[in-house]
């Protein structure tokens, strides 16, 4: 089992203050706290060791090079991937779904063809396919809702046919917490042959992801809501895709040879990596990895579970609260509202508190016109979070009710 107070010294932030008040911080599903061995990694680089990769002879460029694809491998293994050439490192999951809109529509989505996502869709996966299907007059198909946050797994097979070029749609839902039935998905998907892309944001950071066992076509996961650094994240792709779409971007380091007339392109992954890539991030996304390897994705989801199912119950025991997103797969995601109190006020009080949660439309806004609401307040527990901080939350909701309710 996991020792929190020790994981927590850990995290250095954890120990600061915010209004006066210890900091209880419950917006991990908009970004995780770093602990020392991802902010010790990029102080080394930068102090120690820092040169651009891939294009030096000297001995800090080689040793650069050399971690930055130790990085790579690290992710193979952590999300059990068949090769380094299926890892393309991105700025984050919007860059790699971008990546995939771009190159993978480009080359294979035509006029009259259908892309199926879902209702509850961060921005960063319905936007860049909203945005092809305008390009190319494709038509994108919307799966609803049944009940309470799971997806209607009916309208998949009702939307899926001939026309239907990708189905994308995110393994957790930011909003509702939903761990959506992605297997299925895929399984599915594939038995007409078409091709699923997994929007990881949100699972890989709360449970074991296995590449080869979910069998997903695409798989996208941003860095620093993985206790990483900013500005890293990851693309997996199946090299038999990857071998066939176009690169994204242009430029230095993604190609083989250049002439005046012609350009070749270099092997995988790196033909998808144009420019100096942010290689002190993937280093530390790669220390980020091992340090969750070493509390073991099996205990972090199982204490996150405790979390959730605590903060569960004490919304029941809370009168005048509404939770959304109240399926029987969740990860630990708790977004609600408080009877006749705006979103905004609820989160600036709890703010006063030293509690930070997200507060709005929490960049799902399709979703939230669907719920005929106009924000949410969500609290979004991480590995580091007590149940303590659980219930200084709802003693917090109290206060925000006794004032403004
Ligand atoms: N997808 C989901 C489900 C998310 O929760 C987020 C961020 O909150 C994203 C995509 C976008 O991630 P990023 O902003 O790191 O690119």
């Known amino acids: 089992m996991l020792d929190i107070q020790k994981i927590r010294s850990d995290f250095p932030i954890l120990s600061t203050t915010v209004c006066g008040k210890p900091l209880v911080y419950l917006d991990n599903g908009a970004t995780a706290q770093k602990p020392n061995v991802v902010i010790d990694t990029i102080n080394r680089l930068h102090t120690r060791q820092n040169a651009n990769i891939h294009r030096g002879v000297h001995y800090l460029s080689e040793a650069c090079t050399e971690e930055y694809e130790n990085a790579r491998r690290s992710v193979v293994t952590f999300i059990n991937a068949n090769s380094t050439r299926e890892i393309v490192f991105t700025a984050g999951t919007t860059a790699a779904i971008n990546l995939v809109a771009s190159s993978f529509g480009d080359e294979f989505v035509q006029e009259g063809n259908e892309i199926i996502v879902t209702i509850m869709e961060h921005h960063s996966n319905f936007v860049p396919w909203q945005a092809l299907c305008r390009r190319k007059n494709a038509r994108l198909r919307v799966v609803d809702l049944t009940g309470d946050g799971d997806l209607d797994l009916e309208q998949f097979q009702e939307f899926i046919g001939e026309k239907t070029r990708l189905i994308t749609v995110a393994q957790t839902s930011n909003v509702l917490g939903t761990v959506n039935p992605v297997s299925d998905i895929i399984k599915l998907a594939h038995s007409y042959n078409i091709p699923v892309l997994v929007d990881g944001a949100q699972s890989v950071v709360h449970s074991k992801i296995d590449m080869q066992a979910l069998d997903c076509d695409f798989f996208t996961f941003s860095g620093h809501k993985f206790y990483g650094p900013t500005g890293i994240g990851v693309l997996y792709a199946k090299e038999k895709w990857l071998d066939v779409m176009p690169p994204y971007q242009y430029g230095g380091d993604m190609v083989a040879t250049v002439t005046v007339e012609d350009t070749t392109f270099a092997d995988l992954p790196l033909k998808f990596e144009a420019g100096t890539a942010n290689y002190i991030g993937a280093i530390g996304l790669g220390a980020a990895i091992g340090y969750l390897e070493g509390l073991g994705m099996e205990n972090i989801q199982q204490y996150e579970q405790e979390l959730l199912q605590l903060a569960h119950k004490l919304a029941d025991e809370t009168a005048g609260m509404t939770v959304y997103g109240r399926t029987k797969r969740k990860?630990?995601?708790l977004s609600f509202l408080?009877?006749?109190?705006?979103?905004?006020?609820t989160g600036m009080i709890l703010d006063k508190m030293g509690i930070a949660v997200?507060?709005?439309?929490?960049?799902?806004?399709?979703?939230?016109t669907y719920m005929g609401v106009t924000g949410?307040?969500?609290?979004?527990?991480?590995l580091y979070n007590t149940k303590e901080e659980v219930q200084a939350l709802f003693d917090g909701i109290k206060k925000v009710q006794q004032m403004l309710g």
């Open 331 to 333: 990860a630990g995601i």
């Open 338 to 345: 408080l009877d006749g109190i705006h979103h905004y006020d």
């Open 358 to 368: 997200r507060t709005g439309h929490l960049c799902a806004e399709p979703l939230m």
């Open 376 to 382: 949410l307040v969500r609290a979004s527990f991480g």
